[in-house]
């Protein structure tokens, strides 16, 4: 039996892992996270039994205990608390953002083994979060499709006898846009994701790619390759989620139709493999796999990744809090779509990188990232 705490259980990676637990028996949850969704938490509650629970609103976690009738804590470090006090065995991440990272580095220094759909956490805190894992002996087990499936492309292969990896990007909504027609871009056009059904965070960074940004840089921390040997290619179809390239020419591809529900399963599960209800690919009905070139011109934020990722230290954690912030006041209607990537640019132009070498010194970069960008937006606004 496998203890499992869910960070993030009401969004849409706890809810198709909280589905995944259902359907096994060997899959116990025992602690359940989420932001401020009280319907959603008591649900989860009621449906797995768990025993420790967490909003991360105070309020929505009193009326959260008033309705269950036990307590739901709250607090600033609730996530590291609850990590350590409910037991478990894999703690599950899909927090959004880098409100993500101190419950990743307490996962890790409590020795327990990591399940990381919180990709933030890797980007803003990489060193941290690998130290903590060599410290305390737990494994990350990555959820991202992308990474899921390069892990196991990898498998058992010596890092000597890789060429490069490859991440695949379906090209989000804009596939194939000029500048001149992103700068129109609505908000309801950019969560019109033509493949994945996500929260609208993620979307929106698959929309401008930023998603693929910060997953090199992930790839980069999870796989102990320089970024020269990390390639991105746009595939539309997102079939192929992943793909390794060795040095003797061959080329591992994993492949299935988009569905998270199989990456979680895995992460969940491992080293097994779980049955899950998803559907097979069906080589009898014609089908094409099509790949291009990724157009970083065009898509700016892709390329102000690969150079933070580059330039190291803090700078990933300032350019993911800079995006946290920008695409948030997309959402809200405050910014236009091609404003996420100037008011990125900016804040890596302003915020000067540091070496990491604590989560103050990370948490400092984030608050200074995100202080620029809202007074930047402040301005715009005025």
């Not at 649900?43 to 629970?53: I, N, S």
């Not at 709250?74 to 990590?83: D, K, N, T």
Request: charged residues 20%; glycine residues 8%.
């Amino acid at each position: 039996m496998t203890r499992i705490a869910i960070l993030g259980a009401t969004g849409s990676i706890g809810v198709q892992a909280l589905e995944v637990c259902a359907a096994h028996d060997d899959l116990e949850v025992v602690a359940l996270a989420a932001g401020s969704d009280v319907a959603g938490l008591i649900a989860a509650a009621h449906a797995t039994g768990a025993e420790h629970l967490a909003l991360a609103d105070p309020a929505a976690a009193a009326d959260a205990t008033a309705a269950l009738g036990r307590p739901v804590r709250s607090g600033p470090s609730v996530l590291a608390e609850l990590v350590v006090e409910s037991g478990a065995d894999l703690v599950l991440n899909a927090v959004v953002g880098a409100a993500g990272l101190e419950a990743s580095l307490a996962t890790l220094n409590a020795g327990r083994n990591l399940a990381l759909a919180n990709k933030e956490s890797l980007v803003a805190g990489g060193e941290l979060v690998l130290d903590a894992a060599r410290a305390g002996g737990g494994r990350i087990l990555p959820v991202d499709s992308e990474h899921s499936a390069l892990l196991q492309c990898i498998g058992e292969t010596p890092r000597d006898q890789i060429a490069s990896l490859v991440i695949t990007a379906s090209g989000g909504p804009f596939r194939g846009c000029t500048r001149a027609e992103l700068a129109e871009v609505t908000v309801e056009q950019a969560l019109n994701h033509p493949t994945w059904a996500m929260g609208a965070k993620i979307t929106v960074d698959s929309a401008t790619l930023m998603n693929k940004g910060l997953e090199v840089i992930e790839a980069h921390m999870l796989f102990d390759l320089p970024y020269d040997q990390i390639e991105v290619v746009v595939h539309p179809q997102s079939i192929v989620h992943g793909m390794v390239r060795l040095r003797d020419g061959a080329l591992i591809a994993h492949l299935g139709h988009p569905d998270m529900r199989v990456p979680i399963s895995y992460a969940l599960t491992y080293p097994q493999r779980a049955a899950v209800p998803a559907r097979a690919l069906d080589w009898s009905e014609a089908c094409s796999l099509d790949f291009e070139p990724v157009d970083t011109a065009t898509f700016g934020c892709l390329r102000l990744a690969l150079e933070a990722g580059r330039v190291g230290g803090t700078a990933p954690a300032v350019l993911n809090a800079a995006n946290e912030v920008a695409v948030a006041a997309f959402l809200a209607g405050s910014v236009g779509f091609l404003e996420i990537e100037a008011l990125v640019a900016d804040a890596l132009d302003t915020v000067a990188p540091v070496p990491i070498d604590s989560l103050e010194t990370v948490l400092a970069a984030d608050a200074a990232a995100r202080g620029r960008v809202a007074a930047r937006i402040k301005e715009r606004v005025a």
